[in-house]
């Protein structure tokens, strides 16, 4: 009996993790957002798997897995959905956008944007619990970042299952150009600005990342060796926002600029004529 009820429990865990599953990957294929997914599972773990039957998906498909983006770093944030830790998603090839270059109308559902510290890794995290000077050794230089967020789930109606589900609520990135070694930068001081056509619209500074950058990606490092999917030497990690995000509209330009990193743009297009005459 016990063993009858609980292969039927994990029938309806691994159902309610497809139709999840299959609710954000409908709203990302039409571009149509979507209502929650949390009516239909519950807890991180549950919200990882939907992550990972997306991830096997967006793999079988020929996307390429180029690094991970890291969710929730800040304190306020957390507090708001009721978690103790960060959360992240995938990083595939088709989402990294040219320094400079304009994301077209609906690439990215809902987008928002935010300014982020990158690293880029020489070396492969295998450890089952990382020091600051693995992790030191195993990054080859830093990167001003932007991440374009976006949610499949309408109005950014979210939880912290839906946004685990949903890749940790992941669009496009743009990273800068100019590689800087960690030893010529104090990623915990640097100041960020976001700007929109020049107007500062986000301010912040690394040590609202976790209180440093390279705590973020430790995080992550040790999590996803328990999971099976470690950090491997050319993945990009987006180690979290040093300030508020930003909505965006069409025809918005963003520029950030974090000391010691230099700065990184994006455009996005705006609305041809017959859509504006709509």
């Not at 957002?33 to 519950?42: N, Q």
């Not at 304009?102 to 990215?108: D, N, S």
């Not at 912290?160 to 949903?166: E, L, M, Q, R």
């Amino acid at each position: 009996m016990t063993n009858a009820s609980g292969t039927a429990g994990e029938a309806a865990d691994g159902g309610a993790v497809e139709a999840a599953a299959a609710r954000l990957l409908d709203a990302e294929r039409t571009g149509v957002p979507c209502a929650p997914v949390r009516d239909l599972i519950h807890g991180v773990e549950q919200a990882y798997a939907v992550q990972e039957r997306l991830t096997l998906a967006r793999l079988a498909e020929g996307r390429r897995l180029v690094g991970r983006k890291i969710g929730l770093t800040s304190a306020a944030v957390q507090g708001q959905l009721r978690v103790h830790e960060p959360d992240f998603g995938m990083l595939y090839a088709d989402m990294a956008v040219p320094d400079g270059a304009e994301i077209p109308v609906g690439a990215v559902l809902q987008a928002r944007a935010e300014a982020e510290v990158a690293l880029v890794l020489a070396a492969d995290l295998t450890h089952e619990r990382h020091t600051v000077a693995d992790l030191i050794r195993a990054t080859a230089f830093v990167l001003p970042a932007i991440e374009v967020c976006g949610s499949r789930v309408r109005d950014w109606d979210i939880s912290i299952a839906d946004t685990i589900a949903d890749n940790a609520s992941s669009g496009m990135y743009v990273l800068g150009n100019r590689p800087v070694a960690l030893a010529d930068v104090d990623l915990r001081l640097a100041g960020m600005v976001l700007e929109r056509r020049g107007e500062p619209v986000s301010t912040g500074v690394g040590a609202a990342c976790l209180g440093h950058p390279l705590h973020a990606a430790l995080w992550l490092a040790d999590r996803l060796v328990r999971l099976g999917r470690p950090l491997r030497a050319g993945d990009t990690v987006l180690t979290g926002a040093l300030g508020p995000m930003v909505p965006v509209v069409p025809g918005d330009v963003l520029e950030a600029r974090i000391d010691g990193l230099g700065d990184v743009r994006v455009a996005f297009a705006a609305n041809d004529t017959k859509e504006n005459d709509r």
